[in-house]
């Protein structure tokens, strides 16, 4: 898969993320950075990595997010052949969720 190319205002949105320390002040930062149609859809796809990790099918994951099935077989290609963003996310989640976070 095609990675994105490195720059230093890619590097300065991550390092602001990276600074944001509750739930709450990411809903405030992403609700400044993002509109309520592309948070949707990112929190809709990493939904979908949760459910594609989970073994649900597409079209089980396609009626419960509301995501085409050439979205969910996107994220699908991520989850196999991607950086696994997804799958170290999902995993530290899952991790703390054990923990009682």
């Not at 149609?37 to 099918?57: C, N, T, Y």
């Not at 991607?82 to 991790?95: A, F, H, N, P, Q």
Request: a neutral charge.
């Amino acid at each position: 898969m095609k990675s994105i190319s490195r720059d230093e205002n890619l590097d300065f949105l991550f390092k602001g993320i990276l600074t944001l320390s509750s739930v709450e002040e990411c809903y405030h930062f992403f609700e400044d950075l993002c509109t309520v149609s592309e948070l949707q859809e990112m929190s809709r796809r990493m939904q979908a990595a949760k459910l594609l990790k989970d073994d649900f099918i597409y079209t089980e994951i396609a009626a419960r997010t509301g995501l085409s099935t050439s979205t969910i077989s996107r994220v699908n290609r991520c989850l196999k052949y991607g950086t696994e963003g997804y799958i170290s996310v999902l995993e530290r989640l899952e991790k703390a969720e054990r923990r009682g976070r």
